[in-house]
C-alpha cells in the first residue's frame, strides 16, 4: 500500500538530454493518475517501468505544448497494446478537438473510449472523486488559462481491536459501521465508545501540483497543511523581470508560496532550458523553506 509520486520530466518549454518536458505519475494505492503529458511521456513510463494500461485517469493543466503534446502518442499506444478500458482525460475546452482531430484526419480508430472532461479556470473544485481521495482544480496565474491539481485521500477507515470482536461479539454487520467511527450497541443495550474498540485513524495525505504559474497568493488557504507540494520555479531571482514577464515562477517565489500555506515538503521544478544545473534553485528556496527539495527526472517521492 503506497502513495507515491513519480517525476517524469520537470523541464520547461524545450526539452534537453536529460530533462524531459513535464509529466508526473501519481500512484495512490494502485491507483494510477497521470499529471500532464509532455513529449516523450511514453518512453519516460517505459524508463520507469509504469504500464500504460494502468492509468485510467489524465489530467492537463494548459494547453502549451510542453505539456501534452504527448498526450496523442500515448493514447494511440495503449489502443496498439489493446486497451478496452475507457479512458478519462481532464483538460481544458479545446483539448477534445484536438485530440479528435488528429484521430479522425489520421483514419485512426480505438479499441477503448476516450472520455473527455473539459475543465473551468474559475476559483477551486472537485473534479474526480472515487472511495479513497479526491482531485480538485486549483486556479493558476499563467499566460494561458491553467489548472493545478490537488489530490486529496478521504478520511482512512479504522481498524478495529481483533480482541474486542470477541469481546463483545461484534456481528459482521456492524463492522463497517465501527470502521467509519461509529459506536456499537451490545445486544443487552450497552453502548461501547468508538475509542474503546477501533486504533486511531492512519493519517490521509495531499499532494498539490502547481505548474505553471506566476507567484500567486490565491494558492495560499488551498495549500493549507498540503503534505507534499510540487511548485514550479521556472527561474532563479537573477531573472525575476523574465519570470513576471512570462508568468512564471522564481525558486523563491515556490519557497515563499511553500512557507506561507504551511506545507510539510517542497518540491521545485519546471526549470528553464537554459539552466544546466540545479542546485541554485535549491540555494535560493532553502533560508525561505527548509523542507525543499529538487525534482528530476526519474525522482520518486514517496508520501508512505
Ligand atoms: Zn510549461
Excluded: W
Excluded at 520507469?48 to 504527448?70: E, P, T
Amino acid at each position: 500500500v503506497k502513495f507515491e509520486v513519480t517525476i517524469l520530466g520537470c523541464g520547461s518549454a524545450t526539452p534537453t538530454i536529460t530533462r524531459k518536458p513535464t509529466a508526473q505519475v501519481v500512484n495512490v494505492r494502485e491507483h494510477y493518475f497521470l499529471f500532464d503529458c509532455g513529449e516523450g511521456t511514453q518512453v519516460e513510463l517505459r524508463r520507469n517501468n509504469i504500464k500504460f494500461q494502468r492509468i485510467n485517469q489524465k489530467f492537463i493543466r494548459h494547453l502549451h505544448g510542453d505539456h501534452f503534446s504527448g498526450l496523442l502518442g500515448v493514447i494511440s499506444s495503449i489502443h496498439l497494446l489493446g486497451r478496452t478500458t475507457p479512458l478519462q482525460v481532464f483538460g481544458p475546452p479545446g483539448l477534445e478537438d484536438i485530440v479528435l482531430l488528429q484521430l479522425k484526419l489520421s483514419h485512426s480508430y480505438l479499441s477503448y473510449a476516450l472520455e473527455f472532461v473539459a475543465l473551468e479556470f474559475d476559483g477551486s473544485q472537485i473534479i474526480y472523486e472515487n472511495e479513497q481521495l479526491s482531485i480538485s482544480r486549483l486556479p493558476l496565474k499563467h499566460s494561458v488559462p491553467c489548472n493545478g491539481f490537488l489530490l486529496r485521500e478521504k478520511p482512512k477507515q479504522k481498524n478495529i481491536l481483533k480482541e474486542k470482536l470477541t469481546a463483545y461479539q461484534i456481528p459482521i454487520a456492524a463492522i463497517s459501521s465501527i470502521k467509519d467511527g461509529g459506536d456499537f450497541t451490545t445486544e443487552d443495550g450497552r453502548t461501547i465508545p468508538n475509542k474503546e474498540l477501533t486504533k486511531e485513524r492512519a493519517k490521509s495525505y495531499s499532494y498539490a501540483f502547481c505548474s505553471d504559474t506566476a507567484y500567486t497568493e490565491h494558492l495560499i488557504p488551498l495549500l493549507k497543511d498540503v503534505d507534499v507540494l510540487y511548485h514550479e520555479s521556472t527561474f532563479l531571482e537573477a531573472m525575476r523581470d523574465r519570470a513576471k514577464a512570462t508568468k512564471h515562477s522564481t525558486a523563491k517565489d515556490a519557497a515563499e508560496i511553500a512557507s506561507k500555506a504551511g506545507v510539510k515538503q517542497l518540491v521545485l521544478g519546471h526549470y528553464s532550458a537554459r539552466y544546466k544545473t540545479t542546485e541554485e534553485f535549491l540555494e535560493e528556496a532553502l533560508p525561505i523553506f527548509e523542507n525543499t527539495i529538487l525534482g528530476h527526472e526519474g525522482k520518486v517521492i514517496r508520501l508512505y
